[in-house]
């Protein structure tokens, strides 16, 4: 089970959900002559039959067209190669169609794994080529945009906690932890011996986080804290029994709509894309036979001890 703590990091990461998209190039073959190179070995992504060939492989044509496509994997989006990387690149398709050609005289082609793994990557492709025109079927405003970045600016909220925790199995524990700070212990200390969370060797730091990143009842218990005090009484999540002591609060730092833009009209672009695929599913007909899918059997359950055997070892706590 993930601990609290990778549970945050996790919920941070997600905050901005950024659409990725798979670009992977693809190849089509014919079958060539026992003595002569294959004429056709890659299909150009680009169709431009005035083209110019910037290089000549076993007498297949290099396009200026097929360079520009490839380098657009090698380059930042909108740069255009200084001389070094052009010969680099050019060197690295040269090289590609030479392996190319000789997996075509080989028949490589023809094996079963390559033509699975080949209608694989058309599939991919075929998926990513539909969800990029039903975006630009559907283009998002940019006024859109701006009420979407307003939402989720207001629903974050504008305060920032840090603050530290202790995390146990039970009630009980948590109850005598408060018992020990209440006569003075030191939480951090507390928390490297006690703590099952992975901020246990932090002292149970979890630095500065926006308290929506968390579960409702940790959060709502942070929030009602005042600096410098811990919850009187645990607090219980789906991770255990928490002990709370904020150590500071902060206004949130809310980044500006011109630094944000890009990122939220990706995160819509995946909403979009979403409903989409969501559209196709009620149209279509799907089945999933789950009593078909390859899972993994759940561990068998200890036999309980009989009363001559000798009682198991007391388990080591978690984390420590």
């Known amino acids: 089970m993930p601990t609290f703590s990778k549970s945050l990091l996790l919920a941070s990461a997600c905050i901005t959900l950024i659409l990725s998209g798979c670009n992977k190039p693809t190849a089509t073959s014919s079958e060539s002559g026992k003595d ?6 890659t299909a150009p992504i680009t169709a431009a039959s005035d083209s110019k060939v910037i290089a000549t492989v ?3 044509p290099i396009t200026l067209d097929e360079f520009n496509e490839y380098a657009k994997r ?6 255009k190669p200084t001389a070094a990387e052009a010969e680099s690149i050019i060197n690295e398709m040269v090289s590609l169609e030479l392996v190319v050609q000789d997996a075509l005289k080989q028949g490589l082609d023809k094996q079963p794994e390559v033509v699975k793994n080949l209608e694989a990557q058309r599939r991919i492709l075929l998926a990513n080529a539909a969800l990029k025109a039903y975006i630009e079927a559907h283009p998002i405003t940019d006024e859109q945009v701006k009420k979407e970045y307003d939402q989720r600016i207001a ?6 906690l840090k603050a530290r925790h202790i ?3 039970t009630e009980a524990e948590a109850k005598a932890i408060i018992a020990q700070l209440d006569k003075g212990a030191d939480f951090a200390k507390l928390a490297k011996e006690k703590s099952i969370d992975s901020s246990a060797k932090q002292g149970g730091d979890l630095g ?4 929506n990143q968390m579960v409702k009842p940790f959060a709502a218990a942070a929030l009602a804290l005042k600096k410098g005090a811990y919850t009187e009484t645990p607090v219980q999540s789906q991770f255990g029994w928490h002990v709370i002591m904020l150590e500071d609060s902060r206004n949130a730092q809310v980044p500006a709509f011109d630094q944000m833009k890009d990122r939220v009209r990706n995160f819509m672009q995946q909403q979009l894309s979403q409903t989409f695929i969501e559209s196709l599913k009620t149209a ?3 089945e999933i036979n789950k009593q078909n899918l390859p899972i993994a059997a759940e561990p068998a359950a200890p036999s309980a001890p009989t009363s001559s055997a000798t009682p198991p070892a007391a388990p080591v706590p978690a984390g420590k």
């Open 36 to 41: 002569t190179a294959p004429t056709t070995t």
């Open 58 to 60: 076993n007498g297949t």
């Open 74 to 79: 090698r380059l930042q989006p909108g740069s």
């Open 155 to 160: 629903a974050a909220g504008t305060k920032e």
């Open 167 to 169: 995390l146990v199995k």
């Open 208 to 211: 500065w986080f926006n308290p």
């Open 284 to 286: 279509g007909k799907v």
